[in-house]
């Protein structure tokens, strides 16, 4: 599936202006890609304005985020790439949204999973049936009733 990011920045962007709200993006820096001016960048973080009033030709699009703004009275360009944003909130009621990491690093396979892979279905038919206390360990908990959601 494509990632969830942009859509849901835009969303937010268009509830927060819609409320009368100003709307701010916290941008991590280290990320390859992101142009806005070194001197406002703090602990690897900046911090920006992104009202339709703090800046021209706003572009959220699908990758990355443009603009142009003005800092200390000098016209900038920013490009922020989408992987960069890592909030989005009200300036003044702080309401928004945190983004979670959509572009996790795979994990490098394990040995059981290499000598699975070399082994093929010859490893499947030797392994041994599951005990009682395997299967019992394995078991879902009973529903106790309340709907839940998992974060994953």
């Known amino acids: 599936m494509t990632p969830r990011r942009p859509y849901l920045l835009r969303a937010m962007y268009e509830w927060i202006v819609d409320n009368g709200e100003v709307p701010n993006v916290l941008v991590e820096t280290d990320v390859p890609g ?3 001016p070194t001197e406002y960048i703090r602990d690897g973080q900046v911090v920006l304005n ?5 800046v021209r030709d706003l572009v959220l699009g699908d990758e990355f985020v443009m603009c142009r703004g003005r800092f200390a ?9 989408l992987e960069s944003i890592r909030a ?3 300036r003044d009621s702080g309401e928004g949204l945190a983004f979670e990491d959509e572009y996790p690093v795979e994990a490098e396979p ?3 999973d290499e000598a699975e892979a ?15 206390d395997e299967v019992a360990a394995n ?14």
Do not use: F, H, M, N
């Open 88 to 90: 989005i909130y009200c």
């Open 50 to 54: 992104i009202s339709p009033v703090a």
């Open 34 to 36: 992101v142009v806005v």
């Open 139 to 152: 078991a879902k908990p009973e529903a106790s009733g309340k709907p839940s959601l998992k974060l994953v």
């Open 110 to 112: 394990s040995r059981v």
């Open 73 to 81: 009275g000098i016209d900038r360009e920013l490009t922020l790439p």
């Open 118 to 132: 070399q082994t093929g279905d010859a490893a499947l038919s030797k392994q041994a049936t599951p005990g009682k």
